[in-house]
């Protein structure tokens, strides 16, 4: 891939972009993934952020699910990643939540799942697929919404 190219994908804009039905551009910045040594840890899962300008979702794979340092993001390829309240890099744990016309919303719980893994450049892999969420909206209701999301992922470890 030239670096035109790629210059042309990263400006490409990565969002959540439908959320019930109506179109709301959410820009996310980027999906980090916290990696394990599974031979010295192997009860601790890996950890993800998934961050925005006015988004932040966090959560940790399934044991069963490791992209690990070979970066195999097709492991997340159709399952169902559950986003928590709270999470993400251990060192500088997050709140999940999104803000929306009319105010922050907390998510509460949710789940992501990858249907699209693209052809990674520039320790970037691009990833499409759905979410769904439970927010706290401002006025303490609960609402659930879902979209389509895509962000590029990059690994740390």
């Given at each position: 891939m030239s670096s035109t190219e790629a210059a042309l994908l990263e400006r490409i804009h990565s969002s959540i972009n439908?959320?019930?039905?109506?179109?709301?551009?959410?820009?996310?910045?980027k999906m980090d993934i916290y990696l394990v040594d599974t031979d010295e840890e192997p009860d601790f899962p890996e950890v993800f952020e998934i961050i925005g300008?006015?988004?932040v979702l966090v959560g940790s794979f399934p044991?069963?699910?490791r992209?690990?340092?070979?970066?195999k993001f097709d492991q997340?390829?159709?399952?169902q990643i559950a986003i928590t309240k709270e999470g993400g890099d251990v060192r500088e744990p997050k709140r999940s939540s999104l803000v929306l016309p009319g105010g922050q919303a907390?998510?509460?719980s949710g789940s992501f799942t990858v249907t699209k893994v693209g052809k990674g450049y520039d320790a970037k892999t691009p990833l499409r697929g759905n979410v769904s969420l439970l927010l706290r909206?401002?006025?303490?209701?609960?609402?659930?919404?879902?979209g389509t999301f895509k962000v590029n992922?990059?690994?740390?470890?």
């Open positions: 439908r959320i019930d039905g109506k179109t709301v551009e959410l820009p996310l910045e300008k006015d988004v044991l069963t699910t992209v690990g340092y070979g970066e997340l390829n159709g399952k907390l998510i509460e909206m401002p006025d303490g209701t609960d609402k659930v919404v879902t992922g990059t690994t740390w470890g």
